[in-house]
């Protein structure tokens, strides 16, 4: 079963030289000569291990033949690269499937689409490039500008012409390179040291032959690491840290949540968490629907069962006769007023704020109490501020002070007098008295000096709008925009703990809560 | 080779017009004397092939023109020698200087031969749809000066004070285009790494040149033609002014030593009239009528019949030289350009130096009141088309009739004719009318001093003359030539007069 061995097949690896020898017929060849048994596989195998070497000896013969590109300095200081080994490809030229040729195995490269779909130009520059270089040498040469016409034949002394041949300035292609090799193969014989298979582990011969054989050679194989945990996985979700570089990454307001949020706060619902979650906010969303729905009824409901005159005059305080079916039949047996001009008269009683409170809400409930008690920010997030005045610096009080402690506060505020004093910024009016009095300037300027250091000096120093003294109202008062819009005379009596003779730490020191400062709660009405 | 050639080797001698420096093949092989009947018979109408004239039998047929084969020598086509193959290859650094500055030929050769440079194919080629590019050069290695202010030069070698600009700008824009040109190529001559001054040693020397402004006085006399002679001493003068104006002893040195004398300037100005292509370019947005100076391109000859084109592509600012779109060309064919249409051969004379005895646009000035009906004999020679392009139609004629060449298109052009609608000529007046126009133009011929075959004898007796003389020697013999034309294709009308 052993193929006969053609001469001209030569198998030849690792050889960069000789590598074109290489031909396809070498794979078919080797496919015939292990498909037969046992016995003369080893027989196969060895006139391919012949042909292994007679390779190689043909092309170490071969260096001589063809051109060898050596390094420069190869000879003097000695190769200096590493020799690495590199395992051949498994095959070395292919059928492609784009163009059906034969490809090799090395170009690793896509195939270059056709001319059509060139950019435009590549034709003129690819026509350019490969042009043909013009070959032969002149005779004569350049003048550099000097003799025009120097190069030229002149043709004017012969009168016959000459028929010259064509010089072909093409060379011939030595084709004698391919023809040593027939005549090496018969001229060496080679004798083996010693067979390979020794060398070769299980995996290695499975692999050569073609058994199956695992992907990993099992020697080089590593053992599979433990998994890494969720924290070290680096495409597991981690929490962003708490750092937030500006205030629009933080969590958006949603009137559930906000809701939400300001109930737990209060107590009326428990959070498992300070953020209620998704599942919370649909559910309390449902519960609110239903509950809406459940009022709506039980007032409808209401209505029907009591009469309207009944029904309304719960919004009629001064309406104080009776109003029940009864007494409204009887009323109209007496005078002839139907339900509705009994309504309207009732109606008349009204007042105006009761009115207003009517057309409200139709439910019983006028106003969801919650939001009543939800903090101004609170508010804010979900309803956005006053559209006029949308920041509460609109509101100027020309004695407020200005809060500009940020987010982290928890740096302990300087005490700006001790640091002014320190740096010599403030000095106190003895001292400055004293120094005035050194210098000896006049008594109308010194005056001056003092008014206005006076002034610059003492923070606390007032001079302007008096001052209420009410304590009391100042924290109820609210901060309320449109309280405060629609009644401006609550504007004055804000009631900022305005201790104008207290310095700024003891202002500090004096409030409960440093929200104060800003915000006020009132209870409606 | 054979001496006993017929007319139209001779003929077709002179189709390849000689231009100044790309002249053509052949003509030293053809000393023969023509016979009016052989002449009848055989000149092809061969302008864009070669003349196969060693064969002296069969012709290169182009496809513009008529199959032109002498029965009697039909010899195959494979043996035959190209012209190509008569001349020498051009010395191979010619391309090389090229080739390396980015310019490519495509199948095509540089031929060389005693009247100068030709561009020659290599290969057959098949007539395609497309125009083939045979030649491309790159804007660089022109010299190129618009045609209108503010002057332009592509590319841009003269540096800003150089006083020679001094000299372009005071040249008229409308008329003095040579001379631009000519202080150009001079300063290219000059600069320092230029590539006219490794192309120079490849043009013309004066004198290989045939212009006629490096023309003697007897030169211009043999001629035989007032006009042209004066106008070519007014040339000369108008250069030699402008040499003497600007190149006068007090000019810089930079100035001077571009042109010691004034022949050299003249002969600067002859190259640049004779070589100069002018075209509508492109170059980014900017779009010029620009006289150029382009390399390999002006070694192209000319035909009244061309194979190729000039084509600017402005994507690489390169000239091509395409071949015309359903041209079949074969192995040897010379490739020519139309240099100018419309012109007579006065003026090509005078620009190009050289003349054509086939050229369609030459002018017989007849006086007299015959006339001859201009649609019969357009039929007799079966040409076709509008007066402007003229042009032997060759599918018409089916007995491989090579009688019609450029100066039966000049006859049909020039001629005094009639043509009325529908209405018939009369055979009888007609003959009578082409009597007499044989008559006038017999008169013309006799006034010249020499026949045409003593000029022919000349020119043969005088292989070394000065190029400039055998260029007025060949002008006036091809205005016999084509008077003698006229003459036969007036006789051949007589006869096919129909019915």
């Known amino acids: ?525 | 080779m054979l001496k006993n050639s017929f007319l139209l080797c001779t003929g077709e001698c002179y189709l390849h017009v000689p231009v100044q420096q790309p002249i053509f093949i052949c003509k030293k092989r053809n000393r023969s004397i023509k016979s009016a009947a052989a002449a009848a018979a055989a000149v092809a109408y061969n302008a864009t092939s070669s003349s196969a004239a060693a064969a002296a039998s069969n012709l290169e047929i182009s496809s513009a023109s008529s199959p032109s084969s002498f029965p009697l020598f039909q010899t195959p086509s494979s043996l035959q020698p190209t012209p190509a193959s008569e001349l020498e290859p051009a010395d191979p650094d010619f391309y090389k200087i090229g080739y390396v500055r980015s310019v490519r030929a495509y199948g095509i050769e540089f031929r060389e031969g005693p009247d100068g440079f030709g561009v020659y194919a290599s290969k057959d080629v098949e007539p395609l749809r497309r125009a083939r590019v045979i030649m491309e050069i790159p804007l660089e290695l022109m010299l190129t000066i618009s045609q209108k202010t503010p002057w332009m030069f592509f590319p841009d070698i003269i540096p800003v004070g150089h006083p020679i600009f001094d000299i372009i700008n005071s040249t008229n824009p409308e008329i003095d285009w040579d001379l631009r040109l000519a202080c150009l190529l001079l300063y290219a001559f000059d600069c320092k790494d230029n590539f006219w001054t490794l192309y120079g040693d490849f043009l013309p020397s004066a004198d290989e040149c045939t212009s006629l402004l490096l023309a003697t006085e007897e030169d211009l006399l043999e001629l035989q033609d007032h006009n042209l002679a004066s106008t070519m001493r007014e040339h000369r003068q108008r250069a030699l002014e402008f040499w003497e104006k600007n190149w006068h002893s007090a000019v810089p040195l930079k100035i001077k030593r571009l042109a010691r004398d004034p022949e050299r300037f003249i002969w600067a100005v002859s190259i640049a009239q004779s070589r100069c292509i002018n075209m509508q370019t492109r170059i980014g947005a900017l779009v010029q009528d620009l006289n150029m100076l382009v390399p390999y391109a002006d070694m192209l000859n000319h035909s009244f019949q061309p194979n190729c084109f000039f084509h600017w592509r402005f994507k690489d600012r390169m000239l091509e030289v395409m071949i015309n779109a359903g041209q079949r060309i074969r192995r040897g064919d010379e490739m020519t350009v139309n240099y100018m249409s419309g012109w007579k051969n006065n003026l090509f004379m005078q620009r190009y130096g050289f003349s054509s005895p086939v050229n369609p646009w030459d002018v017989i000035q007849f006086s007299g009141g015959a006339r001859i009906h201009l649609d019969s004999f357009l039929s007799v020679f079966n040409i076709s088309g509008l007066p402007e392009e003229y042009y032997h139609n060759s599918r018409l004629s089916n007995n491989g009739y090579n009688f019609v060449d450029g100066a039966v298109l000049a006859a049909a052009r020039t001629l005094p004719t009639w043509s009325d609608g529908d209405v018939p000529p009369i055979p009888s007046i007609e003959r009578k009318a082409a009597k007499e126009l044989q008559e006038e133009c017999q008169l013309m011929l006799a006034e010249y001093p020499t026949t045409a075959k003593e000029d022919q004898q000349i020119l043969d007796s005088m292989p070394e003359a000065r190029r400039t003389l055998e260029a007025a020697i060949k002008y006036r013999l091809h205005r016999k030539l084509l008077i003698e034309k006229v003459i036969q294709a007036l006789d051949v009308y007589q006869e096919q007069i129909l019915f």
């Open chain 1, 1 to 525: 079963m052993v193929s006969s061995i053609s001469p001209a097949w030569v198998l030849c690896q690792d050889n960069g030289i000789s590598r074109r020898i290489v031909s396809v017929d070498g794979s078919v060849a080797k496919r015939l000569h292990l498909q037969g048994s046992k016995t003369s596989f080893a027989r196969a195998f060895v006139t391919s291990i012949w042909q292994l070497k007679v390779g190689l000896h043909h092309s170490s013969g071969n260096v001589r033949l063809l051109p060898c590109i050596k390094c420069e300095n190869s000879n003097k200081e000695g190769s200096s690269f590493e020799q690495v080994s590199v395992e051949p490809p498994p095959y070395h030229s292919y059928l492609d499937s784009t163009s059906g040729q034969l490809e090799p195995a090395s170009g690793a490269r896509a195939s270059i689409p056709g001319q059509e779909f060139w950019p435009e130009g590549t034709a003129s520059r690819v026509r350019a490039a490969r042009a043909p270089e013009p070959m032969g040498a002149s005779t004569t040469s350049p003048s550099y500008g000097q003799n025009p016409g120097s190069r030229r034949k002149k043709y004017k002394a012969s009168v016959a012409s000459s028929e010259t041949s064509e010089t072909s300035g093409v060379p011939d292609i030595p084709d004698d390179v391919l023809e040593e090799p027939k005549e090496l193969l018969s001229e060496y014989v080679v004798y083996q040291s010693e067979p390979e298979e020794e060398n070769l582990s299980h995996y290695e011969m499975d692999k050569k032959i073609g058994r199956p054989h695992p992907f990993i050679d099992p020697k080089a194989k590593k053992p599979v690491e433990e998994p890494l945990t969720s924290e070290e996985l680096w495409w597991n979700w981690r929490k962003p840290e708490k750092e937030q570089w500006s205030r629009w990454q933080r969590r958006r307001p949603d009137v559930e949540t906000v809701f939400l949020k300001a109930m737990a706060e209060t107590g009326q619902i428990k959070l498992y968490g300070d953020h209620p979650t998704m599942t919370e906010t649909s559910l309390y969303r449902a519960r609110r629907h239903i509950y809406k729905e459940e009022r709506l009824k039980a007032e409808q409901e209401r209505l029907e069962r009591i009469g309207p005159l009944a029904y309304y005059s719960e919004w009629v305080k001064a309406w104080k006769r009776d109003t029940s079916r009864e007494a409204v039949q009887k009323h109209f047996e007496e005078t002839g007023e139907d339900e509705n001009t009994q309504l309207i008269e009732m109606f008349t009683h009204q007042t105006d704020r009761e009115y207003r409170i009517m057309m409200g809400t139709d439910v019983r409930i006028r106003r969801d109490p919650l939001a009543m008690r939800m903090r101004e920010d609170q508010i804010k997030e979900i309803w956005g501020g006053d559209p006029v005045y949308p920041t509460i610096n609109y509101i100027q009080d020309p004695d407020a002070v200005i809060d500009f402690r940020g987010p982290d506060f928890h740096e302990p505020t300087p005490d700006m007098l001790a640091y002014l004093k320190e740096h010599g910024k403030i000095i106190s009016r003895e001292e400055l008295e004293m120094k005035l009095a050194k210098e000896k300037t006049e008594e109308l300027e010194m005056t001056d000096m003092d008014e206005a250091m006076a002034q610059a000096v003492d923070i606390g120093e007032n001079d302007d709008e008096g001052e209420e003294s009410d304590d009391g109202e100042e924290e109820k008062i609210s901060r309320n925009w449109s309280i405060l819009k629609s009644n401006p005379e609550l504007r004055k009596s804000k009631g900022k703990p305005k201790n104008n003779n207290l310095s700024l730490e003891e202002a500090i020191d004096d409030s409960e809560n440093l929200t104060d400062f800003l915000m006020d709660f009132e209870e409606d009405e």
